[in-house]
C-alpha cells in the first residue's frame, strides 16, 4: 500500500516538472509573442475566427442571414488588417497598437449599423460589460467580484 502512494506521488511530481517543458514547446518564441490581449475573446488574434464570433453575436443578437453574411465579411475583414498590422514591423508598438483600435472601433461601428433598434440595444450593453472588463483590468481590479450581468432574453 505505501509503495502504490510512493508510486503515485513519484509520477504526479514528475508531471508536474514536465507540464511547464511540454507547454514552452507549443509557444512561439518569446521575442514572436506579442502583449496579450484583454480584449473580448472573439476580437483577440487568433482566438476565435470571423465565422465563429458570427456565430457567438447569431445567438446573442438573433441575426438574420442576410445580417449574418454581412457581420462575417466585416469581422473578416478586420481579422486580416489585423494580421497584416501584426506582421507589419516598421510600426512602432504604440502606433500599432492605435491603428488596431482605429480597426476595432470601425469593424464595431459597422456592424452596429446592421443591427435594428432592439439588436442595437443588446450590442451596447455587450460592447458597455467589454468596456467595463478592459477597465477593471487596467486598473488591477480582474480579480474583484464580477458584476452581474443583465439577463439575456
Do not use: Y
Amino acid at each position: 500500500m505505501l509503495k502504490q502512494h510512493l508510486l503515485v506521488l513519484v509520477a504526479a511530481g514528475a508531471l508536474s516538472i514536465t507540464a511547464p517543458f511540454a507547454a514552452a514547446q507549443d509557444a512561439p518564441p518569446a521575442d514572436q509573442q506579442s502583449q496579450p490581449s484583454h480584449e473580448h475573446p472573439g476580437w483577440q488574434r487568433g482566438a476565435q475566427d470571423p465565422a465563429q464570433r458570427t456565430q457567438e453575436l447569431t445567438k446573442r443578437l438573433k441575426l438574420t442571414s442576410d445580417q449574418q453574411a454581412k457581420v462575417q465579411e466585416i469581422l473578416q475583414s478586420s481579422h486580416s488588417q489585423m494580421e497584416a498590422l501584426h506582421q507589419d514591423s516598421s510600426l512602432s508598438q504604440q502606433d500599432r497598437r492605435t491603428k488596431m483600435m482605429d480597426i476595432h472601433k470601425g469593424a464595431n461601428d459597422q456592424v452596429r449599423a446592421l443591427l435594428d433598434s432592439n439588436q442595437q440595444k443588446k450590442w451596447d450593453e455587450m460592447q458597455a460589460r467589454r468596456e467595463q472588463h478592459m477597465e477593471n483590468h487596467r486598473s488591477g481590479n480582474a480579480g474583484s467580484e464580477p458584476q452581474a450581468a443583465p439577463p439575456q432574453q
